[in-house]
T-cell receptor
């Protein structure tokens, strides 16, 4: 199955700074790479995803970059705001783990006003 | 908007009790999932279902069973609850492909005493 490592486990930034979270996976056949955001007392919600035929995708202040050779992908948040404070999870899938999202351990992002 | 609802936000049960967690989605999704979430471990897949009466084991199925008699409803059953099953349980659904966005319910915090 897929082994997923997410770093850092906690990240604290000042409002307006950038934040980067990295996800490393083991299954070279993975072809779908989503990022989920979980706010307090809520279930996770998809914020951005990328497929293996694309190297980068951007949606306003958030972006995801993919390095298939090195088997990692990263979430980039620019101009952070307090409402970005949440837990972020990566969940690479495809290949031998098709049908099952394997979530990373999560990154607690805190944005200080 | 997709809505995934879970029968309880908080549940307290005693060791040995049979526990039912219910999940309902209103968007005619084919796939439904049950995860448990523990600090530092992310979300781990317990069971998933891609059709009525169909079920597949996830990564941690031991001690759990599921039932999907209707498309919109997916139940998680703890046959004999144990203290190590104290956790947050999250239900999710997705449209058809396993790479379709998963929509999560708010979660049920289960405490087994």
């Amino acid at each position: 199955g897929e082994n997923v490592e997410q770093h850092p486990s906690t990240l604290s930034v000042q409002e307006g700074d950038s934040a980067v979270i990295k996800c490393t996976y083991s299954d070279s056949a993975s072809n779908y790479f989503p990022w989920y955001k979980q706010e307090l007392a809520k279930g996770p919600q998809l914020i951005i995803d990328i497929r293996s035929n694309v190297g980068e995708k951007k949606d306003q202040r958030i972006a995801v970059t993919l390095n298939k050779t090195a088997k990692h992908f990263s979430l980039h948040i620019t101009e952070t705001q307090p409402e970005d404070s949440a837990v972020y999870f990566c969940a690479p899938t495809g290949g031998t783990s098709y049908g099952k999202l394997t979530f990373g351990q999560g990154t607690i992002l805190t944005v200080h006003p | 908007d997709v809505k995934v609802t879970q029968s309880s936000r908080y549940l307290v049960k005693r060791t040995g009790e049979k526990v039912f967690l219910e999940c309902v989605q209103d968007m005619d999704h084919e796939n439904m999932f049950w995860y448990r979430q523990d600090p530092g471990l992310g979300l781990r897949l317990i069971y998933f279902s891609y059709d009525v009466k169909m079920k597949e084991k996830g990564d941690i199925p031991e001690g759990y069973s599921v039932s999907r008699e209707k498309k919109e409803r997916f139940s998680l059953i703890l046959e004999s609850a144990s203290t190590n099953q104290t956790s947050m349980y999250l239900c999710a659904s997705s449209f058809r492909q396993f790479t379709d966005t998963q929509y999560f319910g708010p979660g049920t915090r289960l405490t087994v005493l």
